[in-house]
């Protein structure tokens, strides 16, 4: 898993409630990535960072925030959960810098679900 | 706006038999086509990628031919195995954009039977 950690990797919990991802990684990569996979879309992008307390919006950000104080953690947190936020949230980070390398690498996943 | 068109969504091949999963996309900006492998509760693995200044790559049982004039690319996998059965993504990324982050595809579930 590329030296990446999630957690919590499993998490049930109630509508209108706040939730708090961690994607943690010890390689000191600068890009980080949360993408979530649902049935029939594939993996879309919700926020990336591209350095410590440097973030921007992907695809599918609205409902969700993220933070970077530190290099090797990047927190991905719902403000009040909704049910169609059901889904498996991974981690994901890019080794390379500038254009010459471009693989993306993904942490184990968490599945949230929110009833 | 889907920007990457996976097909099929589900293939069952033989054991010995060649799967073929294809990829197409709209972006000509695109310039970086990977391919992961999913199991079952495990995070997509980086299985193999193309730049689009070669129309082929090899590593091991697994090719990626890549067709730049009609926009899409595909995966070939060699002898195929039951350990090879996975949910396979292809995905594409532009180089010069700021966050080099990866569009993919909806993902293929390929079943290779004994």
């Known amino acids: 898993d590329a030296g990446i950690t999630q957690s919590p990797r499993h998490k049930v919990t109630e509508t209108g409630t706040p939730v708090t991802l961690r994607c943690h990684q010890t390689?000191?990569?600068?890009?980080m990535y949360w993408y979530r996979q649902d049935p029939g879309h594939g993996l879309r992008l919700i926020h990336y960072?591209?350095?410590?307390?440097?973030?921007d919006k992907g695809e599918v950000s609205d409902g969700y925030s993220v933070s970077r104080s530190k290099t090797e953690d990047f927190l991905l947190t719902l403000e009040s959960a909704t049910s169609s936020q059901t889904s498996v949230y991974f981690c994901?980070?890019?080794?390379?810098?500038?254009?010459?390398?471009?693989?993306?690498?993904f942490g184990p996943g968490t599945r949230l679900t929110v009833t | 706006q889907q920007q990457v068109k996976q097909s099929p969504q589900s293939l069952i091949v033989q054991k010995g038999g060649i799967p073929i999963i294809n990829c197409a996309y709209e972006?000509?900006?695109?310039?970086?086509f990977p391919w992961y492998q999913q199991f079952p509760g495990k995070g997509p693995a980086l299985l193999i990628a193309?730049?689009?200044?070669?129309s082929e790559k090899k590593e091991g049982r697994f090719t990626i031919s890549f067709n730049k004039s009609a926009k899409q690319f595909s995966l070939h996998i060699m002898d195929s195995q039951p350990g090879d059965s996975a949910t396979y993504f292809c995905?594409?990324?532009?180089?010069?954009?700021?966050?080099?982050?990866?569009?993919f595809g909806k993902g293929t579930k390929l079943s290779v039977i004994p």
């Open positions: 994901a980070i890019r080794p390379g810098s500038g254009q010459g390398n471009l693989e993306q690498y």
């Open positions: 390689e000191n990569h600068r890009y």
């Open positions: 960072s591209y350095g410590v307390k440097d973030t």
């Open positions: 972006n000509t900006a695109f310039d970086y």
């Open positions: 193309i730049r689009p200044d070669v």
């Open positions: 995905a594409a990324s532009i180089a010069g954009a700021g966050s080099y982050q990866l569009t």
